[in-house]
């Protein structure tokens, strides 16, 4: 019975992405707008690092679709978010709440800032943080001090900020964490990498606590090839993130003078162009990938297998979709199969707390992540678009 659902499914895959041979991969960018113009202007212009014209254009256009009042390009998620962290306060030695269900970067970035990830449980039906999980985790092991910090009895370490991750698109219950964080006094950083177009309560996500990071990476809902971006609406942290960004060089016409430790994290301005045509494309996408998400549960509704939807109060971009099997041992069964048959299909990421360069990091009852591990896999879930390829072939998009 499952292998004939797996077989249904395959055939399902290539009839809805229109590709009945060759390969379908997980998730991979359409450009169908402006993209080729801007990119020519930004060349024509011969501003192609960070400077030039485009990197405050999509600046803008990303602070107005998410409602931030400002947004600060990065060259990557990772760097967006190492940046966020920092001006958060957070510092060497420190610890930093967060999941384990999460992409490597979330935790590196912690690393960076020579802080350490202590990790607390997910919920299922989020896949991200659990504001239950934070709770009991605070009330167990956190002391609030003379200074007004929160520190960690066990360690003694200050609780420099809270970093929920929206996994896969789908937003945790941010305004339970936002309210933990607030009675605790505890910096609230998100993780919106995955999460660009998608609400929480009608909020966008990544402007629940001070600073927010989304990612703009090759296979993310809108690219730059390579990119990210801070949101945040105070002014005086968008500035000196700008600075930092920019390696703390302090203005002048020929001096070279540098105030910080900065960094050479600024988005160029090729990329930029590259963003600039794609957000204008973002909201046809999002409504894409729910039309895709909505035929994905219809197909498994009546199977062994369950199509994750978005939480309540969401609206989710639904970046990646994902199903649930029965156990670890069908999961990779399911992974085999896809895989052999030429749909790209991966297992959620090993948990971080298991990586050897977090093992010795403190834990709480990661019992739903441990769960979702063992059955939780992607599917392809790139925007449709009906003859994407022929059409860039005949120059339809130039």
């Not at 930093?96 to 299922?124: E, K, L, M």
Request: proline residues 3%.
């Amino acid at each position: 019975m499952i292998y004939n659902t797996w077989s249904d499914f395959l055939i399902f895959v290539r009839e809805i992405f229109g590709e009945r041979k060759n390969n379908i991969i997980l998730h991979d960018p359409r450009f169908i707008g402006n993209e080729r113009k801007y990119l020519l202007e930004a060349m024509d212009s011969n501003f192609v690092s960070s400077v030039g014209e485009y990197v405050g254009k999509f600046e803008q256009a990303i602070a107005e679709y998410t409602g931030a009042r400002y947004a600060v390009a990065a060259v990557n998620g990772t760097a967006a978010l190492h940046i966020s962290l920092l001006l958060a306060g957070v510092t060497s030695g420190e610890e930093v709440i967060t999941q384990p269900v999460s992409f490597i970067a979330t935790c590196n970035a912690i690393s960076y800032c020579g802080a350490h990830p202590v990790f607390v449980d997910v919920d299922r039906d989020t896949m991200g943080m659990s504001p239950e999980k934070l709770e009991v985790f605070l009330q167990k092991n956190a002391i609030k001090k003379a200074d007004g910090w929160c520190y960690n009895s066990r360690s003694g370490k200050r609780f420099a900020a809270v970093v929920p991750m929206h996994t896969f698109g789908h937003p945790c219950q941010i305004d339970e964490i936002a309210e933990l964080c607030r009675q605790y006094n505890i910096p609230l950083v998100e993780d919106a990498a995955e999460s660009l177009g998608s609400r929480y309560q009608g909020k966008h996500t990544g402007l629940y606590g001070k600073l927010g990071a989304v990612s703009f990476n090759g296979n993310k809902i809108i690219t730059t090839g390579g990119g990210g971006m801070l949101l945040t609406d105070d002014e005086a942290t968008a500035r000196l993130a700008k600075h930092l960004t920019t390696t703390a060089k302090l203005p002048h016409r020929w001096e070279y003078y540098h105030d910080y430790t900065g960094y050479n994290y600024r988005l160029t301005n090729l990329a930029a162009a590259l963003g600039c045509g794609q957000v204008e494309q973002l909201e046809n996408f999002v409504t894409q990938k729910r039309k895709l998400a909505k035929q994905y549960n219809e197909f498994f509704k009546d199977t062994e297998m369950r199509f994750f939807t978005e939480p309540a109060n969401c609206r989710s971009n639904y970046w990646l979709n994902a199903v649930l099997l029965a156990d670890r041992k069908e999961r990779d069964a399911f992974l085999a199969y896809t895989n052999d048959h030429g749909v790209m299909t991966r297992p959620i990421w090993t948990l971080s707390n298991r990586l050897p360069m977090y093992q010795a990091c403190q834990a709480g009852d990661l019992s739903n992540a441990a769960w979702l591990e063992d059955r939780v896999v992607n599917i392809p879930s790139s925007v449709i678009i009906p003859d994407y390829y022929q059409n860039i072939k005949a120059g339809k998009y130039v």
